[in-house]
Structures are given as structure tokens and as C-alpha cells.
């Protein structure tokens, strides 16, 4: 097992920046992929980016591709950041943490460990 402890978050207005952070205790050597989903309220948790354990490779949506970075700590190896900048509006949701053991992982379902999440509100 996988425990996941997210900070960062909070409130900004619309063209700011936030930045959340992800540390992983526990089982870190099972660890394939770290990723952040958005709950974007539907039932499906809705990919947002994730990096790649073996080679730090990072993935993203194509909504947030450009304005979101995330990096893994140099310092820390298991803790990850997603940088988020020039917000908008529609970024308003929480943001959740979470672990595959697979480097393949795509959707949700790939999944199995998940922080508890952070609001992240953009105000326009």
C-alpha cells in the first residue's frame, strides 16, 4: 500500500498561478506512475497529468497542456508538484492524488491509491 499526502491549493483569481504538491509513503517501490485526476463533477475522475516513475516522462491532458507542469522532486523522489499556471475559471474542482503500479496507466480505473484531494478555486 501506497499513502498519499497532498498539500497547495487554495483560492486565486482567474490568470494566477498554484502550485500542489503529492508525497507518497509506504510501498513507494511499487509505484509505476503518479498522476492528478479532477473530480469535474461527474462520477469519473478526469485525468489532468501524470509522470512516469521509471523515466520521470510526464503526460497530460490536452485541457491543460501548456499551463500545467508536473515534475517530480529532485530532493524528495517521492513526492511529485503539479504547477499550474495561468488558471482559468474552469479549473475550479478538487484536485486528487493518486498512484499506479502500472508505467501504462491511462484512465481512473488504472488507479489503486489516492490522496484524499485539495480544492483548487479559480475565481474569474
Known amino acids: 500500500q501506497v499513502q498519499l499526502v497532498e498539500s497547495g491549493g487554495g483560492l486565486v483569481q482567474a490568470g494566477g498561478s498554484l502550485r500542489l504538491s503529492c508525497a507518497a509513503s509506504?510501498?513507494?517501490?511499487?509505484?509505476?506512475?503518479m498522476g492528478w485526476f479532477r473530480r469535474a463533477g461527474g462520477e469519473e475522475r478526469e485525468f489532468v497529468a501524470a509522470?512516469?516513475?521509471?523515466?520521470?516522462?510526464?503526460?497530460y491532458a490536452s485541457s491543460v497542456k501548456g499551463r500545467f507542469t508536473i515534475s517530480r522532486d529532485n530532493n524528495n523522489g517521492n513526492t511529485i508538484s503539479l504547477q499550474m499556471d495561468s488558471l482559468k475559471p474552469e479549473d475550479t474542482d478538487v484536485y486528487y492524488c493518486?498512484?499506479?503500479?502500472?508505467?501504462?496507466?491511462?484512465?481512473?480505473?488504472?488507479?489503486?491509491?489516492w490522496g484524499q484531494g485539495t480544492q483548487v478555486t479559480v475565481s474569474s
Open positions: 493518486a498512484v499506479s503500479s502500472s508505467r501504462w496507466a491511462r484512465t481512473s480505473d488504472d488507479y489503486a491509491n
Open positions: 509522470i512516469r516513475w521509471s523515466d520521470s516522462s510526464p503526460h
Open positions: 509506504g510501498e513507494t517501490s511499487d509505484i509505476g506512475k
